[in-house]
């Protein structure tokens, strides 16, 4: 009988163990909860009352801080001492640690929680930029989206042969995006090369002739009729476009100055160039008074009978318009210098020399007459600035184009640029004779100075006096340059009285003789 009692009276203690162990565990495992993650490792470290030694030895990476005592535990009381007299088994180290893989307590399966193993030492994700400097997300952080990316997948699909992560899409996008956007730059910085190239050989574009190129030419008058004779050009001797005659003539210019003439002025201008005439009438052209100069201005047959009637009136006037049978357009200029030639030829055809020189001239009348009474007057010369080995120009897009039909060779022959040039009295009837009937070409200096000039062994001679460029310096500073030129280019109606009035007066300081003195040596000067 007292041994089925103490039987029975240790079963109950048994019981009563194995209850208040699996009470003191579940009441562990929910404080483990409410602290840091204080692991399954905790509650054995109270039981067994062995907490110092798993705090300083076996896993280095354990911190003392990781193990916080529950608060339901913190006094160890006499049931918890009983039960760790009841385990038969030791706990052992590895177990503690977690390591164990063949005894009761293996810390994985029993919990389940991979929270309650070891914290796994931190390892800082990589983190990787594009080449624009922007950060990304880390690495680890893209895998673990992956997976569970991957994870929700529908099962039934095919798996692709080779899966790629999104990590790697990205990169491959990132690549494509900065060599993209770098082939963007190289474009943007060629085309930048390219339109600052264009822009130099704008602003330092070779000149055309004499002349260099407006702005805004396409849109001229001029322009567009050299543009569609161009297109519809036909070879023609000149006589047969060449309608000889005058509106007015003028032809007693030369009767009224007697048998003595030196000098006849044939100033070219357009009919609707009232201004420039007007400038030069008050400055330069009062010299075309002296009896020895004969002036006029010559001027093309206008296309509206209303600016006929207006060059009439101004004819009126002054008395100095000469006005051609010729139409007044680009193409035409050859035409109207040829009327100049024979106006000279029949009406002055004892004066020395012809002066042809635009209307935007500046002349100094006086210094070319002093020029020229060096020349002999019986030879045949052209005197101006000249041009030689110039090219025709075959854009066709230029105001000055000569396509192959108009001129076949390579180039021109040596002529003197057409803003100003003179021709010996003698030289006007075979040049002249020689243009009407020479094949037409529409620009007068080449044509005139150039090609028949050649024919008929006529000598061209220059002279850097005839300013026929385009670039000059401001009227203000020509004092002490005006004294060397003859003809300058580009003047406008209004510096026409000023560079008169400075021709005058020029005001250029004389020369100073400046005398070199021989330096005297140095003395020594000694210093007691």
């Known amino acids: 009988m007292r041994v089925r009692v103490f039987h029975r009276w240790n079963l109950l203690k048994i019981c ?130 992956e997976d569970k990316i991957l994870s929700h997948e529908d099962k039934s699909k095919e798996a692709a042969p080779h ?11 990132v690549q494509k995006r900065d060599k993209e956007l770098n082939r963007v730059i190289d474009e943007s910085k060629s085309m930048k090369h390219i339109n600052q190239t264009i822009e130099h050989f704008k602003k330092y574009s070779a000149r055309v002739k004499s002349d260099i190129a407006r702005n805004n030419e396409s849109n001229s008058s001029d322009f567009k009729h050299v543009m569609e004779y161009n297109k519809n050009f036909k070879p023609h001797q000149t006589f047969q476009l060449y309608k000889p005659g005058f509106t007015i003539s003028n032809s007693e210019l030369c009767s009224k100055s007697g048998s003595g003439i030196k000098l006849v002025v044939m100033v070219i201008s357009a009919p609707d160039h009232t201004n420039q005439r007007d400038a030069i009438r008050g400055g330069w052209g009062l010299h075309g008074s002296r009896p020895d100069v004969v002036f006029f201005f010559l001027v093309g047959r206008p296309s509206k009978s209303e600016e006929l009637a207006r060059l009439i009136e101004e004819n009126d006037a002054h008395s100095d318009l000469v006005i051609n049978n010729n139409e007044d357009v680009y193409e035409n200029l050859s035409l109207k210098v ?133 670039n000059r310096i401001p009227v203000q500073f020509m004092a002490c340059t005006i004294q060397h030129t003859i003809t300058i280019h580009k003047i406008s109606p209004e510096e026409q009285k000023d560079l008169e009035e400075l021709a005058k007066n020029p005001g250029c300081p004389p020369k100073k003789n400046f005398i070199k003195k021989k330096k005297q040596p140095t003395k020594n000067i000694e210093i007691p």
Not at 346 to 369: E, G, R, S, T
């Open 16 to 145: 009563i163990s194995g209850t208040l162990f699996i009470l003191a565990w579940k009441g562990g495992w929910s404080a483990n909860k409410q602290t840091h993650h204080a692991t399954g490792r905790d509650l054995l470290n109270l039981v067994q009352g062995d907490l110092g030694n798993i705090k300083h030895g076996g896993n280095q990476h354990i911190k003392e801080d990781h193990y916080i005592d529950p608060p339901a535990f913190q006094s160890s009381s006499d049931s918890s001492n009983s039960l760790n007299q009841e385990l038969s088994t030791p706990l052992q180290k590895s177990w503690l640690l977690g390591a164990s893989t063949g005894g009761f307590l293996k810390v994985d399966g029993v919990l389940g929680d991979p929270s309650t193993t070891l914290i796994p030492p931190i390892v800082e994700p990589s983190i990787f930029k594009t080449k624009i400097g922007e950060e990304t997300e880390s690495s680890a952080a893209l895998h673990l989206k």
């Open 338 to 470: 040829v009327s100049g030639l024979a106006w000279f030829d029949q009406h002055c055809p004892l004066a020395d020399y012809l002066l042809k020189v635009d209307d935007d001239m500046f002349v100094q009348v006086n210094l070319l007459i002093h020029r020229l009474d060096n020349q002999t007057k019986s030879d045949r010369f052209i005197l101006g600035h000249i041009s030689r080995n110039w090219k025709p120009v075959r854009n066709p897009k230029s105001k000055y184009l000569i396509t192959q039909k108009q001129y076949d060779k390579e180039t021109y022959p040596d002529f003197a640029t057409g803003p100003s040039y003179v021709i010996s009295g003698v030289s006007v009837r075979p040049l002249l004779l020689s243009a009407l009937e020479e094949t037409y070409l529409h620009l007068e200096d080449v044509f005139i100075t150039g090609i028949n000039a050649q024919k008929n062994n006529v000598e061209r001679v220059h002279s850097e006096e005839f300013k026929n460029n385009a």
């Open 163 to 173: 899966k790629r992560r999104l990590s790697d899409f990205y990169k491959e996008f």
